[in-house]
């Protein structure tokens, strides 16, 4: 169904329905490239020395975010189950602002160098790169189906642990497993839910930016689990 939000407290307006479904047009998956180990090594002890600074601010974002494309999240919202096991799970750690500045913790740190040469590979894939972040997801930990705001449009990254995203589609249930290294566009307005299965934190590297249109032309990741309905 269109408009399918994660919890039927949301009421997209009719702009931003409009927006999801122009959004969900551009498909699910693509597998965009790889990162150097060199480049993970690096981003990766960037990320640790940052772990204990990550915190679990990631609700008041998320709803700052969704209350301007139109959603509404309110105080009882905060309190779902979903938001629960963010906050059980999920710590975020914000290396640039929504202009792409590093910011003022970071900068001249060896993270931030590592962070700029990031955005130098993904800049072949992607235009407008702005907000980069870390987020943490605990061992065995997982984050619930939702739906995120249309224009989220996140390169992301796998430095550490394990992660699978699952969408649910027209076509069925699609799952990726994302492999460490793999630059990866996941298009978000399609209902998803993401889990470790390992016992390891996991560490994924998100910069938000627009797929260049040739990107967009290329044909989609195949899932890497069998698509049921
Ligand atoms: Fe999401």
Redesign the pocket.
Known sequence: MEGDTRSARFRPNRQVLETLRNTRAMGVARRLGTIDMDLVSRLRDGAAVLDGQADHGYIDDVAVHWARTGFRMTEEDKDTSYTRSLKQNVAIAKVTDESGLVSEAYRNTPLAAAVEDWRGVISRYADDLTLTRINFLTGKGH?LE?V?PPDQNMIQCLLAGETVFDFRTRSGRQSYRMKIGEIWWFN?AWP?S?RNDSDDLRLLLHTRGTLKDEILQAPEAEPSEATTN
């Open positions: 984050v939702h995120d978000t998803h993401t």
